[in-house]
């Protein structure tokens, strides 16, 4: 999916001058909001489109993967979806399917590695502050 700027753009200046039709508040956490959202996304997708190029340098073979059959959960909410998706899940052999904090925070191999690397530094921190108490 590509970024579309214009709708980001238009989508800021309604936030910001026509407000009133949504019903919202102009309060200081929404202008707030508004200020600091574009830049943090920006930075954030300078990140992401700087590791997924990393991804074709470092980690070629990703697109080589074949999908033999894949598995698709749908239904209506409140229909057993949830749970279904968790049951195929906890297979960890022929199953695979993406966390939450992949899809928002990891959407590259190399963020995904470094994630995981913060949370195994996280756990020795978390181990050598037992030690001590």
Request: some cysteine; glycine content about 6%.
């Amino acid at each position: 999916m590509t970024f579309n700027a214009g709708l980001m753009i238009r989508m800021w200046i309604k936030s910001i001058f026509a407000y009133h039709t949504t019903g919202a508040r102009f309060t200081v956490k929404r202008v707030c909001f508004i200020i600091f959202f574009p830049i943090w996304f920006f930075f954030q997708e300078i990140i992401t489109w700087t590791c997924l190029f990393l991804d074709e340098i470092f980690f070629p073979g990703y697109r080589n993967i074949i999908v033999d059959k894949p598995l698709f959960v749908l239904g209506y909410p409140r229909g057993g979806t949830t749970f279904l998706h968790r049951l195929i899940n906890s297979d960890d052999e022929r199953f695979t399917s993406f966390k939450l904090w992949e899809i928002l925070l990891a959407p590259s191999i190399i963020q995904k590695k470094f994630f995981l690397l913060l949370g195994k530094i996280d756990q020795i921190g978390r181990a050598s502050c037992r030690e001590r108490v």
